[in-house]
């Protein structure tokens, strides 16, 4: 479906007052600035404002019209709606408030139902309106933003204004800004969608709160970023509660952590605040991407150019040494007591000059790089602003300008604006701008490749005994140990014989969640006698406790404990979770997420990023892990919450990992 | 000894050319500008400068002069110095770089002996000068600052005046600006100390990039800050390389991490920005004292209330839900859609008189509150203005404004600002704020015993065996195991019986330091033939690796592993390191250190910041160990680098340790 009429409308009707002061005619005044001219009015009283029209209905305009722009009181939307309608208009800017956010769902369910009734598209009820700045239309009541390529999209029409006062204080331009409030029609799906295709929009930044469909918004994010950047802000974990859990794996995924995967996974960079957003959108709009990691900083003061290293080291970048070719050539024209590792340290003799050359011949060797000064208030700074451009022309590489203090600041700020050089006023938030822009870089060499969900298998039972588990596990291809379930005592010695000495028995029964606090495990059975004897204890001990039968499994090698898991998020669906089990999860909370399913490359990934990484490929001495192996079991068991739909939440814990491969020593599947 | 002559000189002689352009023009303007009046210039021409009047020497000026301020070519300092040093002046300001920064040694080794020849106190060479607002003194290049009650002492002449620009951006005032530049006379030491003792001054921010005495540093700064809030910025690792060394107490201390240890000990405030440092100061130069860590979020917009929240938890501020009898409170007076938890979200339709008393209601309960508000840019942000002014007033307690978009934002800012309100653009730098001085007033609220070091016991051989390294250690009570060293098979029944058995053999040889990799260790030894046939074992083994004899011990319940260490520092000497063993210190890098020696009370500090803390305390099922044991071994053992000065470095390695006490396994002691 077109959002033409919406976008590009031909024609606008403006519904409310336009008396002084009624948002009718601050309306009127902020299209009319933009230059946009087709304007008409419709209010009860018929009142037209300055040069513009007004009528008592659309009707009446004899103009095509295709949008209207709602600022009338709450109880007469749905009415203005119905006579736009008729009238032919196909889109609706819905500023007015007074709807679902105060418990007004009937005057929200009637809008809806009008508008659909006429097939009227709308953003709204309770927004801060759109503009397109490639269209001179700016049907919104907020500051009007500077043209440009970078496209806003905001849940909430408070920080939506926000992002365009401060853009526009940081001369960032604008193609569309887009505030859909409640979201009762157009919302980020759709109004996502017409972003990642509409050719003015070179980068986005979304700011969200919350998502219906995360599934249906990963689809569109990462279509989306394919494209072009998109920059998320979204707030924090959410003040309603921790959901109820009943698995670890529930208790260890906050849903803010599944929002970063699922962002991370789809390509978009996550920002933290406003003020990082602003400047990855001025860097996306200003600078040449950089190629790579590798980052060298140009500095006349020693401390502030060690103290940008550190943060582009913790922001992943690599702060390389000087190789000693780049040393010897920087030694030919820089003061024998400049530093010339990285940072360079060209020192307060440094000139403008000293400035192109060092950059220009480290970025032979570096993607970024970031030109930090601090002059003095009675010298000019200008000569190191005209030796930074100068560099950025030569190399075509990015460079961002920190400049503090000179006789002529504003001037040589002015003077790198105009030449297309960022300016941020610490070396710091530089670093956090070249890290973003390299994560997408690198996410785009990624093949990124998505595994689709298998189909349903089947339903399940009302409560999953471990026999039914591991059958569950072993039909699909996970790597259980040998299991015999085992419901009568005379069965004991032909199971235990074929599994083969020593064997593990464990208690089956509904009642039972915790097997070996309550002394239903026994462990290194070496004979019948042993197991008969061990059976006959738990069949007594359990009496009461709907005693179903045991398991005998195998001893497994110990090798190290994994803890796999999935749970059901309220956004994203299956999430599943993977991490070194006992107090590496449940103390350090060091775990990978991802939104399920998951690809062995992607399960492999996930493992990476776990703190405790190296445990798991062999350091001092401890022997590494089937990591292949380990990363298929993820893979597969990420796929079974699609397979049962029925499962809520699952836990592989532990699964036991050695050189040799891996195996699924007990297991935990909770049904909805 | 008085720096009076520095800060408030009864005259000031200029020494260098005054001619139009040169360094001594721009300075006497300065000093004119802030209103300093008994000023003299000094050059080889005796040439004046407006109505300031030119001698050829010092010597010829009949008025006091105690400050000489130069700014004349490195060749002549010396004697410049010379020169006002024969006239009586005390003390100088030597702006005049090329000395030892450019390896000039000789230069600065001159001035120095002039100095000290005349008991000249001086700042510099290579600095920006100083400023002493309250005495309109301002004998710096540097911008002229706002007078007020914050001040600066920088390293770096380059930072400090960047934040002299900035500061006055921000409409921070100024006391004293001190810039010491090579620093070859009075430095950090003297001159934090002089600021620590000026009553014009109430909070300094420090800006160092190394210190040289590491320890009288520390003295000077617990002094300062028992007084006042000193907030310091230190910039980053060093680029100079990791130092080599020995154990590996040695490497997990990275000398930036006993920077901030050391900071953190004094009760100094680490800021990691510059910003960071101005917003900090800017709280202590406005902002009533927070009485607590409870900090209250009022917003009109959801989703950034949350993200200061998320900030506020991660800074280690409590974001308490607000109490039931507080939240009927608020319902009496907000909207039933206004969020009542913590943030207090007033919605959009939030009222100046409704942010009042919000603001106040909530700070019954609470100790700081951030009011974060986005307007339209058609309404007035005044009226909100208004109600924070009102609430911080009626309250007494610290509220930060963070108002964004109106159609009167600068008046609404500038009334903030004339009626103390702090402003900041966004909440999340407001917590970093609260949070700071909440750490300062905890570091007060601590008694912060440090215990002296004790006496030097004694010198130590060469290299350091075992048998030696425990008899050292149980000489200073700490707490080892029973041990015999055996140098004859013939020794080994009646030391084994009694020490009792099982007993644990290891291999003493200068020539052996992995014992457990060379084989050299036998645990559990169940009777005098095993033990025997151990011992014949490691004779015929280590026969060619100057095999000394055998240590025995009894086995050591296992319990947990910690490991405890230390190593000199080079700026701060010796540097105390605990953390559980294995892993937890390898791979994760999760220690905890302070500069030596430290108190049982300090040591239990360090270890609750440990990561793996709970592991020790009893989790799951797991045993606690017996911490205020292991607080007094890390306690007694911080004392050993002062009872013996020639050791370097030691691990403890691991130390046992479980509910019923703690046992030092294993030890290694390094000489210098």
């Known amino acids: 479906m077109s959002l033409k009429a919406l976008f590009e409308p031909r024609g606008i009707v403006v519904a409310g007052s336009v008396s002084p002061g009624k948002l009718g005619s601050v309306l009127i005044d902020r299209l009319l600035d933009g230059g946009y001219q087709n304007i008409f009015v419709v209010n009860p009283k018929g009142q037209g404002y300055g040069d513009i029209p007004g ?7 004899s103009a095509p019209v295709d949008l209207v722009v709602i600022v009338s ?3 007469t939307v749905a009415s203005v709606l119905e006579d736009c309608g008729k009238a032919g208009v196909k889109a609706a800017v819905i500023i007015t408030s007074g709807f679902a956010e105060v418990g007004n769902k009937d005057g929200e369910a009637e809008i809806i139902a009008v508008a659909k009734k006429y097939g009227i598209r709308f953003i709204g009820p309770n927004c801060a309106g759109m503009a397109n700045t490639d269209f001179n239309l700016y049907a919104t009541l907020e500051e009007k933003p500077l043209p440009g390529g970078i496209s806003v999209l905001s849940q909430s029409g408070a920080v939506g204004g926000a992002v365009m006062v401060a853009s526009k204080e940081r001369g960032i331009g604008i193609s569309k800004f887009l505030s859909f409030g409640n979201g009762s029609d157009l919302e980020v799906l759709e109004l996502l969608a ?17 998502i219906k469909d995360g599934r249906a918004f990963m689809d569109v994010l990462k279509s989306t970023t394919a494209k072009k950047p998109v920059i998320v802000i979204k707030s924090g974990r959410t003040s309603s509660g921790q959901r109820a859990t009943l698995s670890h794996t529930g208790s260890l995924s906050g849903s803010d952590q599944v929002y970063s995967a699922a962002l991370a996974q789809c390509g978009a960079l996550r920002v933290r605040t406003l003020e990082d957003a602003y400047d990855l959108c001025q860097g996306f709009a200003v600078l040449p991407q950089p190629q790579g990691d590798k980052v060298v900083i140009v500095t006349n003061s020693g401390g502030p150019g060690v103290m940008a290293a550190d943060q582009a080291d913790d922001e992943g970048l690599a702060v390389l040494e000087a190789s000693p070719a780049l040393k010897e050539e920087l030694g030919t024209f820089l003061s024998p007591y400049a530093g010339k590792g990285n940072p360079i340290d060209i020192t307060v003799e440094g000139t403008g000059e000293q400035y192109r050359r060092a950059l220009v011949t480290a970025l032979a060797d570096y993607d970024s790089a970031l030109a930090f000064y601090i002059g003095t208030p009675y010298l000019k700074a200008m000569p190191i602003a005209e030796g930074i451009v100068s560099a950025a022309k030569e190399t075509g590489k990015p460079i961002i300008a920190s400049l503090m203090v000179g006789s002529d600041m504003a001037e040589a700020l002015a003077y790198l604006k105009a030449n297309n050089i960022m300016y941020l006023p610490d070396g710091e938030r530089a670093m956090k701008v070249f890290a973003k822009m390299v994560q997408y870089q690198t996410y785009l060499a990624d093949k990124n490749e998505m595994v689709a969900p298998v189909a349903v298998k089947a339903n399940l039972p009302g409560m999953i005994l471990e026999p039914d588990a591991m059958d569950l596990l072993k039909e699909n291809g996970l790597p259980v140990p040998a299991f015999r379930f085992i419901t009568e005592k005379g069965q004991l010695q032909a199971a235990a014989a074929e599994i083969g000495y020593p064997v593990v028995m464990k208690v089956v029964s509904p009642q039972i969640i915790h097997k070996s606090d309550a002394k239903g495990v026994y462990l290194n059975l070496q004979n019948i006698a042993e197991v008969e004897a061990a059976y006959d204890t738990m069949a007594a001990a359990f009496a009461d406790k ?5 398991m005998l499994y195998p001893m497994v090698p110990a090798g190290k404990e994994i803890m796999v898991g999935f749970h059901q998020d309220p956004q994203f669906g299956p999430v599943v979770l993977a991490g070194l089990g006992g107090i590496y999860t449940e103390i350090l909370k060091d775990v990978a997420l991802a939104v399920a399913p998951v690809t062995p490359e992607k399960a492999k990934a996930m493992l990476k990023t776990l703190k405790c990484y190296p445990l798991l490929t062999g350091v001092r001495g401890e022997r590494a892990i089937d990591i292949a192996g380990l990363a298929q079991l993820i893979a597969d068991f990420s796929q079974l919450p699609f397979a049962y739909p029925d499962l809520q939440e699952a836990d592989l814990n532990p699964v036991f990992a050695d050189e040799n491969g891996v195996a699924i020593v007990d297991v935990r599947l909770i049904r909805k």
Chains 1, 2 share one sequence.
């Open 55 to 61: 009528f008592v209905s659309a009707g009446q305009i």
């Open 73 to 75: 009181p709450s109880f």
């Open 194 to 210: 017409y972003l990642r295709d509409d050719a003015d929009t070179n980068a986005i930044v979304l700011y969200i709160e919350n």
């Open 546 to 550: 709907d005693f179903r039968g045991v």
